[in-house]
């Protein structure tokens, strides 16, 4: 079997601060890390090469040259080979030329079984780019995936809701997106860290992928950030005392009624 794993390398931050002048997200000074749901998609992946030798694990990113680095960090956590799609013609992308970049890199690869991906990146955040790739490789896809069992040529996956589960048997060839409930993602091994500086990453442009200029990156992108900024903050919280419990949950209470919260 042959798992692909869409990785993609974030700024490590939950609290994107923006630089109030120019609008543009301050990246300087936050180190960059492997997207945390796509973590647990390459684990679920080496899960499943453990349980069925002879599996190959190969992951996929876009990104600039520097995402290297995360797809060796995927290679010592246990990966096979990894793919880089970077090229200038590939900037500005929105999640539909992403996703346009990375089903054209995916068909480029040799023939897959499975695609796993993580439910949402931590910057963009939109949980689109995984739903997109199985559209454009017209693969079914199921998202929220908190559990996988492979039999046969059928995936088997718990489907997260908000107050239970889905189970869905699904066809493969199939992309799946994974949520942190999935797993615990493994650490690099030493061995492996020493592997994976000896191993090619293999690094596409838009010719080899077969992609025009115009097919990619902003070009390609029929949506543009006008402006971005930072949210306003918050009022400044109160405190509220008393001399007795009952007194403070009184005051409580009768403020959470005057603000019709209760
Ligand atoms: C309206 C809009 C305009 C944008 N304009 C720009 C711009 O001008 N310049 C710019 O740099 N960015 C821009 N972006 C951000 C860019 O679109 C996203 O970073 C990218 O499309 C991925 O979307 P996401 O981060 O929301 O990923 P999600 O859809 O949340 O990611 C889901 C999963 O898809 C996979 N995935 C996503 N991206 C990649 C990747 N690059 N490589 C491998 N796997 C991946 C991962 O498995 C990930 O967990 C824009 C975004 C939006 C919404």
């Not at 902003?218 to 007194?247: C, D, H, W, Y």
Request: aromatic share 4%; with cysteine; hydrophobic share 40%.
């Amino acid at each position: 079997m042959r798992i692909l794993v869409c990785a993609k390398q974030v700024p490590d931050t939950n609290e994107v601060k923006i630089d109030p002048k120019t609008g543009t997200m301050i990246r300087e000074g936050v180190p960059s890390i492997l997207n945390p749901d796509d973590a647990n998609a390459l684990e679920a992946a080496l899960v499943i090469k453990d349980e069925n030798p002879g599996t190959e694990v190969i992951v996929i990113t876009m990104g600039p040259p520097q995402a290297s680095e995360m797809l060796r960090e995927c290679l010592a956590m246990g990966a096979d080979e990894a793919y880089l799609l970077s090229d200038r013609a590939f900037g500005g992308a929105d999640t539909w030329a992403t996703s346009a970049t990375l089903a054209a890199g995916i068909k480029n690869v040799k023939k897959i079984d499975l695609i796993l991906a993580g439910r949402q990146a931590i910057d963009g955040d939109t949980a689109q780019v995984g739903s997109q790739i199985a559209q454009r490789l017209k693969m079914p896809v199921v998202t929220y995936v908190e559990d996988i069992k492979i039999e046969d040529k059928k995936a088997i996956v718990h489907r997260q809701m908000e107050d239970g589960y889905e189970v869905i048997e699904v066809q493969m060839p199939c992309l799946l997106t994974c949520v942190k409930e999935l797993n615990e993602p493994r650490y690099m091994s030493i061995g492996g860290i020493m592997d994976a500086y000896e191993q090619t990453i293999t690094t596409w442009n838009h010719e080899d992928i077969g992609l025009s200029p115009e097919a990619c990156g902003l070009n390609a992108s029929p949506t543009q950030v006008f402006r971005s900024f930072s949210p306003p903050a918050k009022g400044v919280g109160e405190m509220i005392t008393g001399n007795t419990v009952n007194e403070i949950a009184g005051t409580l209470v009768s403020k959470l009624k005057e603000k019709h919260i209760i």
